[in-house]
């Protein structure tokens, strides 16, 4: 249910941008990592290899396992805030 949810806000942030908080990039990017000590670990693009006009970034800090998922529209160097949350728990894949 929840990842139904997220990928349905993922959507409408990418879909109506102006219903996303959105900042200049490099300025949440500074933000996340002062205020909450959260770096990018992954990023989400839609071909190798191929321009994007979007992708979506995550930003986690590993020991408060605190979270940040924002959609970077590369054109206009901004990143708008889709979720973040305070706990985070690692999928094992098998």
């Not at 109506?16 to 933000?31: D, Y």
């Not at 990023?43 to 998922?69: D, R, Y």
């Amino acid at each position: 249910m929840i990842n139904k949810f997220i990928i349905a806000l993922v959507f409408v942030c990418f879909s109506f941008p102006a219903f996303a908080t959105c900042f200049e990039s490099s300025f949440l990017k500074q933000a996340l990592f002062k205020d909450l000590g959260e770096k990018s670990t992954w990023i989400g693009l839609a071909e190798e290899n191929v321009p994007s006009p979007q992708a979506i970034v995550l930003f986690e800090n590993l020991k408060k396992k605190s979270w940040t998922i924002v959609v970077y529209h590369v054109e206009r160097n901004s990143m708008c805030i889709v979720a973040n949350g305070n706990y985070a728990h690692k999928l094992m894949v098998k």
